[in-house]
Protein backbone atom coordinates (compact mmCIF):
# COMPACT_ATOMS: atom_id res chain seq x y z
CA UNK A 1 0.00 0.00 0.00
CA UNK A 2 1.13 3.41 -0.43
CA UNK A 3 1.54 5.96 1.82
CA UNK A 4 1.01 9.40 1.37
CA UNK A 5 5.27 10.04 1.90
CA UNK A 6 5.68 7.67 -0.89
CA UNK A 7 3.66 9.37 -2.88
CA UNK A 8 5.21 12.74 -2.18
CA UNK A 9 9.01 11.30 -2.30
CA UNK A 10 7.94 9.55 -5.62
CA UNK A 11 6.44 12.87 -6.82
CA UNK A 12 9.79 15.04 -5.60
CA UNK A 13 11.97 12.76 -6.83
CA UNK A 14 9.84 12.81 -10.62
CA UNK A 15 9.96 16.65 -10.26
CA UNK A 16 13.82 16.24 -10.04
CA UNK A 17 14.49 14.15 -13.00
CA UNK A 18 11.23 15.76 -15.50
CA UNK A 19 13.47 18.31 -16.71
CA UNK A 20 16.15 15.76 -18.59
CA UNK A 21 13.39 13.34 -19.18
CA UNK A 22 15.28 13.08 -22.41
CA UNK A 23 18.47 12.02 -20.61
CA UNK A 24 16.26 9.76 -18.64
CA UNK A 25 14.73 8.13 -21.31
CA UNK A 26 17.99 7.68 -23.00
CA UNK A 27 19.53 5.89 -19.62
CA UNK A 28 16.37 3.88 -19.27
CA UNK A 29 16.50 2.36 -22.43
CA UNK A 30 20.09 1.96 -22.40
CA UNK A 31 20.29 0.02 -19.60
CA UNK A 32 17.05 -2.06 -20.50
CA UNK A 33 19.08 -3.45 -23.31
CA UNK A 34 22.54 -3.76 -21.82
CA UNK A 35 20.77 -5.82 -19.49
CA UNK A 36 18.35 -7.74 -21.96
CA UNK A 37 19.58 -7.65 -25.54
CA UNK A 38 16.71 -9.80 -26.20
CA UNK A 39 13.81 -7.32 -25.78
CA UNK A 40 15.37 -4.76 -28.55
CA UNK A 41 13.55 -6.74 -31.28
CA UNK A 42 10.48 -6.15 -29.11
CA UNK A 43 10.59 -2.19 -29.92
CA UNK A 44 11.03 -0.11 -32.83
CA UNK A 45 14.07 0.78 -34.66
CA UNK A 46 13.56 4.42 -34.09
CA UNK A 47 12.98 4.83 -29.99
CA UNK A 48 11.86 8.80 -30.09
CA UNK A 49 7.92 8.17 -29.69
CA UNK A 50 8.91 5.41 -27.25
CA UNK A 51 10.64 7.52 -25.01
CA UNK A 52 8.53 10.32 -25.02
CA UNK A 53 5.98 7.84 -24.00
CA UNK A 54 7.78 6.13 -21.32
CA UNK A 55 8.32 9.78 -20.02
CA UNK A 56 4.82 10.80 -20.62
CA UNK A 57 3.01 7.88 -18.93
CA UNK A 58 5.84 8.01 -15.87
CA UNK A 59 4.27 11.62 -15.46
CA UNK A 60 0.98 10.65 -16.08
CA UNK A 61 1.08 7.63 -13.00
CA UNK A 62 3.01 10.12 -10.42
CA UNK A 63 0.51 12.48 -11.14
CA UNK A 64 -2.14 10.38 -10.51
CA UNK A 65 -0.67 8.26 -7.59
CA UNK A 66 -3.07 9.98 -5.05
CA UNK A 67 -6.12 8.55 -7.14
CA UNK A 68 -4.58 5.49 -8.76
CA UNK A 69 -8.38 4.26 -9.44
CA UNK A 70 -8.45 6.97 -12.13
CA UNK A 71 -5.85 5.17 -14.37
CA UNK A 72 -6.42 1.91 -13.54
CA UNK A 73 -8.07 1.04 -16.52
CA UNK A 74 -6.04 2.42 -18.66
CA UNK A 75 -3.06 1.05 -17.02
CA UNK A 76 -4.29 -2.93 -17.65
CA UNK A 77 -5.05 -1.78 -21.29
CA UNK A 78 -1.36 -0.35 -21.62
CA UNK A 79 -0.64 -4.08 -20.13
CA UNK A 80 -3.08 -5.97 -22.69
CA UNK A 81 -1.50 -3.93 -25.32
CA UNK A 82 2.16 -5.05 -24.32
CA UNK A 83 1.26 -8.53 -24.12
CA UNK A 84 -0.27 -8.46 -27.55
CA UNK A 85 3.56 -6.91 -28.29
CA UNK A 86 4.79 -10.22 -26.43
CA UNK A 87 5.33 -8.90 -23.25
CA UNK A 88 5.75 -11.64 -20.84
CA UNK A 89 5.95 -11.78 -16.81
CA UNK A 90 9.69 -11.84 -16.82
CA UNK A 91 10.03 -8.72 -18.97
CA UNK A 92 8.37 -6.95 -15.71
CA UNK A 93 11.26 -7.14 -13.29
CA UNK A 94 13.66 -6.84 -16.14
CA UNK A 95 12.19 -3.24 -16.77
CA UNK A 96 11.55 -2.51 -12.91
CA UNK A 97 15.36 -3.14 -12.72
CA UNK A 98 16.48 -0.90 -15.38
CA UNK A 99 14.01 1.87 -13.91
CA UNK A 100 15.75 1.65 -10.69
CA UNK A 101 19.36 1.87 -12.40
CA UNK A 102 17.87 4.87 -14.20
CA UNK A 103 16.79 6.74 -11.08
CA UNK A 104 19.68 5.74 -9.31
CA UNK A 105 21.68 7.12 -11.92
CA UNK A 106 19.50 10.41 -12.45
CA UNK A 107 19.01 11.01 -9.08
CA UNK A 108 22.71 10.49 -7.66
CA UNK A 109 22.59 10.89 -3.63
CA UNK A 110 18.68 11.82 -3.73
CA UNK A 111 18.17 8.15 -4.72
CA UNK A 112 17.94 7.24 -1.23
CA UNK A 113 16.71 4.13 0.49
CA UNK A 114 13.57 5.04 1.01
CA UNK A 115 12.45 7.07 -2.45
CA UNK A 116 14.44 3.58 -3.68
CA UNK A 117 11.48 1.65 -1.64
CA UNK A 118 9.10 4.15 -2.74
CA UNK A 119 9.60 3.86 -6.23
CA UNK A 120 9.65 -0.05 -6.16
CA UNK A 121 5.97 0.16 -4.51
CA UNK A 122 5.11 2.66 -7.67
CA UNK A 123 6.71 0.43 -10.15
CA UNK A 124 5.22 -3.13 -8.24
CA UNK A 125 1.63 -1.69 -7.87
CA UNK A 126 1.60 -0.50 -11.71
CA UNK A 127 3.35 -3.85 -12.87
CA UNK A 128 0.64 -5.75 -11.08
CA UNK A 129 -1.89 -3.60 -12.84
CA UNK A 130 -0.54 -4.10 -16.53
CA UNK A 131 -0.20 -8.02 -15.53
CA UNK A 132 -3.86 -7.79 -14.80
CA UNK A 133 -5.06 -6.40 -17.80
CA UNK A 134 -2.30 -9.09 -19.91
CA UNK A 135 -4.25 -12.09 -18.23
CA UNK A 136 -7.77 -10.64 -18.57
CA UNK A 137 -6.76 -10.45 -22.84
CA UNK A 138 -5.39 -13.62 -22.47
CA UNK A 139 -8.87 -15.13 -20.62
CA UNK A 140 -10.65 -13.22 -23.38
CA UNK A 141 -8.45 -14.91 -26.17
CA UNK A 142 -8.92 -18.31 -24.09
CA UNK A 143 -12.54 -18.11 -24.29
CA UNK A 144 -13.32 -17.06 -28.24
Known amino acids: MLT ?7 RASFERIAPVRDS ?3 L ?3 RLFRIAPQLRPLFPDELSDQKRKLMQMMATAVASLGNLEQIV ?18 HYAIVGEALL ?14 VRAAWVKVY ?14 SE ?5
Not at 140 to 144: D, K, Q, V
Open 73 to 90: PAVMALGARHAGYGVTTE
Open 101 to 114: WTLEHGLGDEFTPD
Open 4 to 10: PTDIARV
Open 24 to 26: VAD
Open 28 to 30: FYY
Open 140 to 144: LRAAE
Open 124 to 137: TLLATTMQAGAAEL
